[in-house]
C-alpha cells in the first residue's frame, strides 16, 4: 500500500462516523470518572479561560467598635489576602492501536479502554487533591487578615501502631474536629476520609456502633460507619502512602507542590470541607480518536488538565502516624 492509500479516518472499517465513536467514547470516559472520582463530587471546580491562573481574595475580619457619643467613629479599613491555583500541565491517558478495527467494532474494547482511562483519570485527580489537602494541614494562618482564617489542623499519633488502636485514632479524629468547631467553622459540612485499614480500625470503636451510644450510625457485619462527630466518614484508598518526588503536575513555578515527603506520607485520616482547597481546569476531560500518518497508528486518548492548591488551611485537618 503506498502512503497516499494510508486511511486517514474510520469509514473503511464501519459504517459508524468517528464523531459518534468519540462520543460515545467521551461519554464513558465521563461516566467512569465521575463515578470514580470522589473529590470531583466534593470540591467545587473552576473554569479557567483567557489565563491559566484563578485568583480567590481573602477578606480580613472586620473589628467592632464602641460608639461614644460626640466621638467621630473611627476608620476600620478593610484588608485583603489572596490565593491562586495555576493550571500548565495536561495529563494525557493514551490507547495506540495499529488497527481500529477491534476498538470500533467491539463494544467491550472500548468500554474497558474507557473504564481504564476513567479509573487511572480519576486516581491522579483525587490523588492531587488529597496531597494539597495533607500539606494545607500544616500550613500556618495567612498573616494580616485580623485572624480572619487560623491554621491548619494537624495531629500526630504518640507512638508507633497508635494508628491500630479504636480509640486513640478515635480521638485524634474527634480533636481535630473539635478544634475547628472552636474557631467557629460548621464541621457538619466536613468529611472524613479514611484508607481501608483504618476504616476498618474505626468500626471496632465500641461506641460509634454500638446502638447504646450510637443510634443507626453503622453495622459492623456490613462495614459501614456513617460518620463521627457529625462529620460523615468516606473509605478511600487515593490517600497517598509513599513519599512523591517528580509529581507530574510539580515544576519548578509552583514549587514542586504537588511532591510529597515521607512525613506527609503517614497521614492516616484527612478532614476536609469543600472549601478547603482551590481547584481549578483550562481543559475538562476531553477525548479524542485520531490517526496519525507519521507514526501509523491510531491514539485512542482521554485528557485534562486541572490544578489545586490551598483555599483555607484552617478547614484542612489531617492525623498523621508515628513510625
Known sequence: MSGVNIPNNSSHLSDQARSDLIE???????????????????????SITGTDTKIVRRASRTTLQKVTPGVRPAATPQTYGRTSVTVDTVVLARANESLIGPFQQDFNVRAEIAKDHGKELGKF???????????????PAPTGLNDAIGAGKNTTLAAANDEKDPDKLYAAIEGIITRMQEDEIDTDECMIFLRPEEYQVLLNHEKLINRDFSIANGDFADAKLKS??????????????KA???????NEENKF???????????????MHPMSLLAGETIPMTTNIHWNETELQWFIDAYMAFGVS?????VCGTVFSTT
Open 228 to 241: 463521627v462527630d457529625g462529620c460523615p466518614v468516606m473509605k478511600t484508598v487515593r490517600i497517598p502512602t
Open 244 to 250: 512523591i518526588s517528580g509529581h507530574k503536575l510539580s
Open 310 to 314: 490551598n483555599r483555607r488551611p484552617d
Open 257 to 271: 507542590a504537588y511532591d510529597l515527603s515521607a512525613a506527609d506520607a503517614e497521614a492516616k485520616a484527612v478532614i
Open 24 to 46: 460515545e467514547f467521551s461519554g464513558m470516559v465521563d461516566s467512569q470518572f465521575t463515578k470514580l472520582s470522589q473529590m470531583r463530587q466534593f470540591v467545587p471546580v473552576q
Open 125 to 139: 485527580f483525587d490523588e492531587a487533591f488529597f496531597i494539597q489537602a495533607i500539606k494545607s494541614s500544616r500550613l
